[in-house]
């Protein structure tokens, strides 16, 4: 099965705030070490030529693409299983609790997904046993009164195991 997205950008926002940011801090870093080496006693600072000023512009440029590509497929790993988290939350939202969180094997927030599907699978096992009560109760409609007060007791506590205030 090939379970690879096709695509790089996910949540554009995000991924490129965080590609620009990685940038920033690169090109501020390796011009950090170029302003210090040439201000510092006893340096003689970097004697370039017009050709190697103009290497070293372009040696820069491609080092900020690299940076800016690498920073998109990081920042994938974390906003390719964050718009899954929340499309299965939607579905969630929406009342289908057989939506369960699935992440590729190398994405991020394994442990999280593994604990909103146990918190969906807790919730579908209450809700369900709510359900069996329910029907119980409408069986017996006109029958039992004590056995139905009973099954009003249990639905009544599996009702409260729910906080909604």
Do not use: C
């Amino acid at each position: 099965m090939n379970n690879r997205r096709s695509t790089l950008v996910i949540n554009s926002r995000f991924q490129y705030q965080y590609a620009l940011l990685t940038v920033v801090v690169t090109v501020l870093l390796v011009n950090l070490f170029i302003v210090i080496n040439a201000v510092l006693p006893n340096s003689e600072g970097f004697p370039f030529s017009a050709k190697q000023t103009v290497l070293l512009a372009i040696i820069e440029v491609i080092l900020i693409a690299g940076v800016w590509w690498g920073s998109l497929i990081s920042s994938h790993k974390i906003a390719g299983p964050v718009y899954v988290i929340v499309r299965q939350m939607e579905k969630l939202a929406e009342g289908d609790l057989t939506a369960r969180v699935r992440l590729r094997e190398k994405d991020v927030f394994q442990e999280e997904a593994v604990m909103i599907n146990n918190y969906i699978e807790v919730l579908h096992e209450r809700l369900h046993e709510v359900q069996k009560i329910a029907t119980e109760i409408e069986q017996l409609a006109n029958q039992d009164s004590e056995k139905r007060m009973v099954l009003f007791t249990h639905l009544n506590k599996e009702l409260s195991s729910f906080n909604t205030e």
